[in-house]
C-alpha cells in the first residue's frame, strides 16, 4: 500500500516544573491536542498560557490530589499563537502532546 497519511506530526513536551512563572514547553504557533498530568499531594492545577507567563490564559485544568488525569482535545485541538507555556500548581508532571 502506498500513500501519504495527511496531518501534522504529533510531538510531545514534558516538564515536572514547578517554577514562579512557570515553564515554555512549546516554541511557536502550535496546538495542544492533548495531555497528562499527575496530580501531587493536594489538589493542583495546570495552567496553559500563550506563549508566556504574561500571555492570555487558554485552557485551566484542575487535578485532583494524587490522581492521574488525561484529555484528548478534540478537531484540531487549542492554538497557541506564540507557543504553549505552563504554569503548575500542585502537580507532579504535565505531559502534552501537540502538533
Do not use: W, Y
Amino acid at each position: 500500500m502506498s500513500g501519504r497519511m495527511t496531518g501534522s506530526d504529533v510531538k510531545t513536551a514534558t516538564t515536572t516544573s514547578t517554577a514562579t512563572g512557570g515553564v515554555s514547553l512549546v516554541s511557536g504557533r502550535s496546538r495542544l491536542k492533548g495531555f497528562v498530568i499527575s496530580g501531587g499531594g493536594s489538589d493542583g492545577t495546570v495552567t496553559f498560557r500563550d506563549g508566556s507567563a504574561s500571555g492570555s490564559t487558554l485552557l485551566i485544568v484542575p487535578c485532583n490530589t494524587n490522581v492521574t488525569e488525561t484529555l484528548t482535545i478534540p478537531d484540531q485541538g487549542v492554538l497557541f499563537e506564540s507557543g504553549i507555556h505552563a504554569t503548575l500548581a500542585n502537580l507532579d508532571r504535565v505531559t502534552v502532546f501537540h502538533s
